[in-house]
């Protein structure tokens, strides 16, 4: 007998926006986590006699969607010219004996401030959104999917090297956009006070 | 010692925990001498932890939107469309009670009555993996259970299930396929639809996972790491001659690809080449194409009247001009989807990839489109320098804007890569023997330079020479003059090519001979020795004054256009060869003069490039760029010296005289058209270059 729990609005009612959230966190592009999410719930109908029962729903949607990400990004990675040569944020960070510029770094937690977690995630998020997609999908793989270094590579079909120089590059460009931004919020903090 | 940016690296991998005992040592060093290394790795570890701590925070909890009731509609629509295409799909969602299976499709005919013939109707197929999807379907690894054998299986994917073209496409792809019999051509083993749900698929012969696309990103990879093996450019090319050959027999057959990119090729372990995903194959509109297609077997009409006129069919990336158009395409976009399929091959880019800037505006669609059809295809040696300029012509060809410029045939183009490739072996060959020839003038002429150099040393030493310079009456003078006169008209006689010999002296910036013996210059056996009264003197030439700068013993050499003390005007003028030392007083031990032999280059070079040559093109040029020497098969040896930089005149060797400028050897790897070999002069940054090729 069907019950109201495996019809497809319920589906989309129920789990819709926790998994577009899910993935628009780690895809940065609406319409594409519209496209997961729409793809996770038909795989879900297609293979719900999967389905052991143990365990939510909404987690095993977020299994499938999880899957749906990764095999997005690679297409994407496949089809994007790979900015991550043009996007070194090394030369502005570094003079040429290697050690940082004068104030290139100018982040300082700030002890009479506290980071407001939200604050801060809404200023990483956007610095995310800033770096080329090839950095920006490989950092999400690692920090958000937690995939190890040989998984990323494997997925993404790219040499080790590459991995490491993307992964790199990512740290220091959300280094770099972060620090500034959040240094300019608090300074706008301090105007407010 | 670290610096800044090691120190952050460094720190970006301990972050994943994949430092060395050694590294971490050394970075927790660095961070507790450098505040800004510190900064940034708090920094980091903040990013870190508000990425995690966010990455599957619920959306009420942090106020983000989800997704909108429209999108929300949109999706319901979506499930319940595909829902409703096939009721076992709603019966799979709605019982929630099915135990879960291994999933399996199960064989049935596509009519709506399976036949009761149970050899065509049930063959279980075990879903293994998936082996990749495209616009229009997945394909899986399947173990065919009765067969006992590997199988792929393309199912159409839940876009396409949407669409009732994708439906008729599907079904037109199975049946163009199953027609097709060719080595290079999938084999279609079974079409039918899955008992379950009632969706197409096909099964076909599995080639496994590699396609072209990973051999060339591989070979590609090696380059870049300074392993370019031409072995595997060699067998890239056998496997696209493999391509040709599949798609001229398709075309054989009327039907055209349309989508020809290296992802579509597969390559099994023993080199098999196999042209997959015809799903966007066109077959031509004509009406006797049915029997073109499969010889006596017949397809259905609606595939036949099937066009796809106005619509842009293909992959950007590899498209030609017309399908990019949406225009109606014939079997020149194939030719031109063969001839970006070489592209790739020989840059290891797709011909449109796009080239972005970190700060241009993301590409769209249609912008990428209409650049194919208007501009002409990117050089393959614009990306890559070192590929052969005949490879590029050939995919040039290929690419042309204007269809009637391509090869005719998908065969045609197949012949000229062959041609190419055998003539590889034989040009390889040639270019050896041409590099041992330019080798051996480099060595006689060397040969030549250094006897020069010792027989001016030996006269250098000679007894007259100290005596000339100690001798105090005019009879002594006149003896020791004559004795070296002897000697020096003896030197001259043995070598042909030396034109005179001078012994002088030098007083300030002033020179004044004291002996001269010079070859007479018409009749070359007439050797004289140039009478007191007519002996030069006057300023010193700059070669004089570089010798004079020299060591007892150490010789100079030099080129020089006409005689030694003539102006630097070089038109109408032999090159010559000059070497000189200087001597000094034995008892004073100060400068007192200088030996120099003058030599005719021209006659030296002349008796070597005066036999038979593979390289059909010699020219001998010293360091000013201008020709010395010009032998070719028609002219013979001609005489060049008009003063103009040869690299103006001949530009196809400006990449060996560059290289030269500072190696002994150019090697032409790629086009193997062009040899040069350098001499150097002693003491001298300057020096005579040969550079052969074939005309």
Known sequence: ?193 | MLNDKKATELFSRSINGELSESESAQLEDHLSNSEAAKAFAELAKTIDRSIIENSSIDTASCGESGLSQEAKNRMSDSILRAMKKNSNLAATLLDSNDSPADQKFTLQSPQANPPLDSRETSSPYTIVRKLGEGGLGNVWLARDEKLNRNVAIKEMNRHALESPNAWQRFEREAEITGQLEHPNVVSLYQYGTDQKTGEPFYSMRFVGKRTLADAITEYHDRCLAGNCDPLILHRLLTAFLGVCQAIAYAHSRGVIHRDLKPENVGLDNFGQVIVLDWGLAKVVDDSDLSSQLSGDVELSGEALAETLVGEVIGTPLFMSPEQAAGESVSQQADIYGLGAILFAILTGDAPHEPKQSPTSEPLKIKDVLKSIQKNESPRPRDLRSDIPIELEAICMKAMALKKYARHDTASELANDVERWMVNQGQRQSEYETMRMEGRELRTNTQASVRDLETNVRFMANLPPIQELIRSNSAEDTIAWRDRLITIFSGLLRAKSDYRSIVYSRLDGDEFSELVRVERHSTVHSNIRSIPKSRLRAGTCSDFIERVSRNDPDEVYTSLACGALHDAANCENKDVTLFAGVPIFDAQEEDLYGVVIIECDLDHILKQQLNRRFVSTDIIVACDTYQTILHSNGSDGIVEESAGKPLQATRPDLSKAIAHLQEKLEYIDKTNQQVYGARLWLNANPHGIMFLLSHE
């Not at chain 1, 519209?34 to 143990?54: A, C, H, P, R």
């Not at chain 1, 991550?84 to 002890?111: C, R, V």
């Not at chain 1, 950092?139 to 997925?155: A, G, H, R, Y």
């Open chain 1, 1 to 193: 007998m069907p019950t109201e729990q495996s019809t497809p609005e319920y589906w989309v009612e129920q789990y819709g926006d926790f998994l577009f959230s899910y993935a628009i966190k780690r895809l940065r592009d609406e319409n594409a986590a519209e496209e997961v999410v729409q793809e996770t719930f038909l795989n879900g109908i297609k293979y719900y006699s999967q389905y052991t029962g143990q365990g939510t729903q909404q987690a095993w949607l977020t299994g499938i969607l999880k899957r749906k990400i990764i095999d997005f990004i690679r297409k994407r990675n496949k089809h994007q010219h790979d900015q991550s040569e043009e996007h070194d944020p090394s030369n502005q960070l570094f003079d040429q004996h290697g050690n940082y510029h004068k104030n290139a770094l100018s982040w300082s937690s700030s002890p009479d401030r506290n980071l407001q977690s939200s604050e801060l995630w809404a200023i990483v998020r956007g610095c995310l959104n800033h770096l080329p997609p090839s950095q920006a999908d490989v950092f999400t793989l690692s920090v958000m999917e937690e995939l190890n270094s040989d998984q990323i590579c494997k997925e993404l079909a790219i040499t080790p090297s590459n991995y490491w120089v993307r992964m790199h590059r990512a740290r220091l460009g959300l280094a770099n956009c972060v620090g500034r931004q959040w240094n300019s919020n608090e300074e706008a903090a301090t105007h407010a006070e």
